[in-house]
């Protein structure tokens, strides 16, 4: 379900980096609208020296420090997850926040749906050895890797953020959706797959969040290609997971649209028919 091999430039430099960090901030800074938080989305490893080598980390927190930015994120997988990385943020200014891909916690779903090659052991250890350092650590969790019903879908996330609750501060649910050149899209095309439905994303938050743990949930995407309902709701619902994201507040997912029968039936359904009921 990953693209990113494919919309990975092997000529990008570590100066491009920088310079597409400093605009960006820039950018936020001319109009005076310096964030307290940034967010550094590599879809990588920003610990891997190949991906962003330690000069370029180091550049970025002191620029960071300069504009006094409280806290930052970025992600990893566990194996870049080392002493020696970890002491590049040693009595920073700000606070570092460092999310992992674990996907699953299910090795089978994790190893033969998604293909990560990682351990639930590998995390765990990664985990803990974070926190220990004083660093908070957010898991993210695929909503509907391929080859799962609607239902399981929706079970296999509740079940892995309540098994890594005490590991993690944080879950963000990342609901597939589909990139080019990916089996996922193969299997979309032949109407084998479907992106999850919003309504799973809202039940999955419903239940985690009720577990107490804090949950974040940002859909990307529009249409058909990416998790959706009826279409006439989608933007309705995922603005309200993004709010709810910010706020933790389950009234704001106490939303409503005729779709919700129709989705209730694919949650039914689809564990018997293997293939999505509805597109
Ligand atoms: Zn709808």
Redesign the pocket.
């Known amino acids: 379900m990953c693209g990113y091999i494919r919309d990975t430039d092997p000529g990008v430099t570590q100066q491009d980096l920088l310079k597409q960090f400093y605009s960006a901030l820039s950018a936020l800074a001319e109009k005076s609208d310096v964030p307290d938080v940034v967010k550094i989305f590599t879809s990588g490893s920003y610990f891997d020296s190949r991906e962003v080598s330690k000069d370029t980390r180091e550049k970025i927190s002191l620029k960071l420090e300069e504009l006094e930015i409280k806290k930052l994120i970025v992600e990893s997988r566990p194996e870049f997850v080392t002493e020696e990385v970890l002491d590049e943020f040693d009595g920073r200014k700000f606070q570092l926040e460092v999310g992992i891909g674990l996907e699953s916690a299910s090795d089978f779903v994790r190893d033969i749906l998604v293909n990560k090659g990682f351990t639930f052991q590998e995390f765990e250890d990664a985990a803990k050895f974070l926190r220990h350092r004083g660093f908070r650590v957010k898991a993210y969790l695929l909503l509907k890797p391929p080859f799962l019903s609607e239902s399981e879908a929706i079970a296999d996330v509740v079940h892995s953020a309540v098994r890594i609750k005490k590991l993690v501060d944080v879950v963000s649910i990342n609901p597939t959706n589909v990139q080019k050149g990916t089996l996922v899209e193969r299997l979309w095309e032949r109407k084998l797959y479907r992106p999850p439905w919003l309504w799973s994303a809202v039940e999955a938050v419903k239940q985690i969040r009720n577990e107490g743990i804090e949950v974040i949930c940002h859909p990307v995407g529009r249409g058909k290609r990416s998790p959706h ?2 279409g ?2 989608d933007d309705v619902v995922s603005k309200a997971l993004r709010k709810f994201s910010l706020y933790q507040d389950l009234n704001i997912l106490d939303l409503k ?3 919700m029968e129709e989705w209730i039936k694919a949650v039914e359904l689809e564990r018997f028919s293997r293939i999505p009921l509805f597109h």
């Open positions: 309902n009826c006439k709701c649209c005729w779709c």
